[in-house]
């Protein structure tokens, strides 16, 4: 009998701490749902805009080509070029959208929470041609651009714009703007700002794109 009673006594503690656990997991899973909640909320959150003026160049030189008795020739005719300058002026916005934000994306280790956000996104919300400010130089020989070639090279300078957004920062200005918009909410329900983690994917390769513009919600479409 003085045996049985501390194994019962031991049986009680452990059903109580199982159930305390099953209490403390299931307080967790709803916290987590709750946050999961109140992030989709904020829908697309945007976090930085940049203005960016370019000006795009094009020189387009005429060759003379061709072969005599089998000789090929390349001969650029000095009289037969001609050049223009278009400036332009690009606002790029960056955003983080919570559409696919799940409980995948939260991790919960005590007091401590990790959360990792959805890639940023880049969408051009405005651009503008000063056509009061292109200068073309046409020699005697050649005609002025077509207003078909100057609008290929406006969306080439636009391209080339895009190409450089890794080095301009952007994306880097999203992350953490994203991140410093959700720390407070997490502060309001309660987690200590030294125990919030926030990251992005490491993988996130953005000289690619398709991986991080938006080509559906720009004004210019590539």
């Known amino acids: 009998m003085k045996r049985i009673l501390p194994l019962l006594a031991m049986l009680i503690l452990m059903a109580c701490s199982g159930h305390k656990k099953g209490e403390a997991d299931s307080q967790a899973k709803k916290d987590s749902i709750n946050l999961v909640l109140r992030i989709s909320r904020q829908n697309r959150l945007y976090t930085a805009e940049y203005q960016v003026h370019k000006i795009v160049t094009h020189d387009d030189l005429l060759h003379l080509k061709g072969s005599i008795l089998g000789f090929e020739y390349d001969q650029k005719i000095s009289l037969g070029d001609r050049k223009v300058a278009i400036p332009i002026d690009v606002t790029l916005k960056s955003y983080v959208d919570f559409a696919n934000f799940t409980e995948r994306n939260v991790e919960r280790s005590g007091d401590f929470i990790h959360i990792t956000l959805p890639d940023p996104r880049i969408v051009i919300t ?44 952007i994306l880097t200005t999203a992350r953490e703007s994203a991140a410093q918009t959700l720390i ?39």
Not at 192 to 209: G, M, N, Q, Y
Request: hydrophobic letters at 30%; glycine letters at 6%.
């Open 126 to 169: 405005a651009s503008k041609v000063d056509h009061e400010g292109i200068r073309q130089y046409t020699s005697l020989f050649r005609s002025n651009y077509s207003d078909s070639e100057l609008t290929d090279f406006t969306r080439q300078g636009v391209e080339s714009i895009l190409e450089q957004i890794p080095q301009m920062g």
């Open 184 to 222: 407070p909410l997490l502060t309001e329900m309660g987690y200590d700002e030294d125990h919030i983690v926030i990251t992005f994917r490491e993988d996130l390769d953005a000289s690619k794109r398709h991986e991080i513009y938006d080509n559906e919600g720009s004004v210019i479409k590539l």
